[in-house]
């Protein structure tokens, strides 16, 4: 079965500082995408990141970075230089072939970015 | 472009009442989804499309149809509303079922169950 587990339900970051949001999933799938995506507080899902699990390089998109170790099966995102704006639920997911390529999710992290 | 949009955003119905929530798409992606989202659970699939004329359960379809009108339109409907299909949904649409390909999601329907 797919699963993405997020063990942190909250996190606190001081602004400009950078964080880590942790993800591991769980696959039998050789080949899978893994996706972030932002939820503020506006309710919108908004998308971050994705990295593919034949990818060599870990993904980034300006202040997101994804560090990416297969061995370990986590995706952990990382945010750096943390602005107020950041302020959010992130949510990790995942597709694969055995899931009929469908999206999931894992149960989130609520990021709090302190001035 | 609208991107995936939904209609109502809010909505309140009494046990037993039944109600379709819309959702169409403007960027002619074939794969269309619906889910719902509850705290501490992130987002669960409810019924997906992966393409113009198929529909296919997802993770918690009890409860619920959809139609898949034409390749922009999507419902969902509650025959039966519970106070336990209380949740925001959402609808999204990609591209394609490829794992490289993301979602795109509308604003969400925050539907309350009495």
């Known amino acids: 079965a797919q699963k993405i587990t997020q063990t942190q339900p909250g996190m606190f970051v001081q602004e400009k500082e950078a964080v880590t949001l942790d993800c591991t999933y769980d696959?039998?799938?050789?080949?899978?995408?893994l996706f972030w995506y932002k939820q503020p507080s506006s309710g919108e899902m908004i998308f971050l990141i994705y990295q593919g699990s034949y990818d060599e390089q870990n993904a980034t998109e300006g202040r997101y970075s994804l560090n990416f170790q297969k061995a370990r099966k986590s995706a952990n995102l990382v945010i750096s230089a943390s602005q107020l704006g950041d302020s959010a639920m992130y949510f990790c997911a995942m597709r694969a072939d055995n899931y009929g390529q469908n999206f999931v999710f894992g149960p989130g992290t609520r990021l709090s970015v302190l001035p | 472009n609208a991107g995936v949009t939904q209609t109502p955003k809010f909505q309140v119905l009494k046990t037993g009442q039944s109600m379709t929530l819309q959702c169409a798409q403007d960027?002619?992606?074939?794969?269309m989804y619906w889910y719902r989202q509850d705290p501490g659970m992130g987002l669960r699939l409810i019924y997906y499309s992966a393409s113009e004329g198929t529909t296919d359960k997802g993770e918690v379809p009890n409860g619920y149809n959809v139609s898949r009108l034409n390749k922009r339109e999507f419902s969902l409907r509650l025959e039966s509303a519970a106070p336990s299909q209380t949740s925001v949904y959402f609808c999204?649409?990609?591209?394609?079922?490829?794992?490289?390909?993301?979602?795109?999601f509308g604003p969400g329907t925050r539907l309350t169950v009495l």
């Open positions: 960027m002619n992606h074939n794969s």
């Open positions: 999204a649409s990609s591209q394609a079922r490829g794992i490289h390909n993301e979602q795109f």
């Open positions: 696959t039998s799938d050789q080949s899978y995408g």
